[in-house]
């Protein structure tokens, strides 16, 4: 299946539901044997943590992850300790079980959350 649940859609009230999603890597920042990415879709984003005690392959595997990277993600959803009130998605994050990389990506000129009105 290539996803279950949209990017933007997933609440506290989810928690414990095994998902699968899928879009681009926005960010990827690794802090202490965990790697965080923040996955979006055109719904949202969501952040997945992959944990180096749980499974050391595959937070190994989510290091080569990079901005604009499709990928396909498979997870529990958990609440999130440090909430987020800026996304709608902010309370919970993915507990990552499995990762695909769909399409790798160059890296890009610009960071596409940006606004900008490109220098004109």
């Known amino acids: 299946m290539y996803r279950t649940n949209t990017c933007g859609e997933l609440r506290l009230a989810d928690a ?29 984003i969501t952040q997945v943590v992959f944990n180096n005690a749980d499974n ?8 080569h992850l990079g901005r604009e990277y499709v990928a396909q993600i498979t997870g529990r959803v958990a609440e999130r300790s440090a909430k987020n009130p800026n996304l709608p998605t902010g309370d919970i994050e993915i507990i990552a079980t499995g990762l695909r990389v769909l399409n790798p990506s160059e890296v890009p000129p610009f960071t596409i959350e ?7």
Not at 114 to 120: A, E, M, V
């Open 16 to 44: 414990g539901k095994e998902v699968t999603l899928a879009g681009w890597v926005q960010k990827a920042r690794r802090m202490g044997g965990m790697t965080f990415v923040d996955l979006r879709d055109r719904y949202g």
């Open 56 to 63: 050391a392959a595959l937070c190994e595997e989510a290091n």
């Open 114 to 120: 940006d606004d900008t009105d490109g220098g004109d």
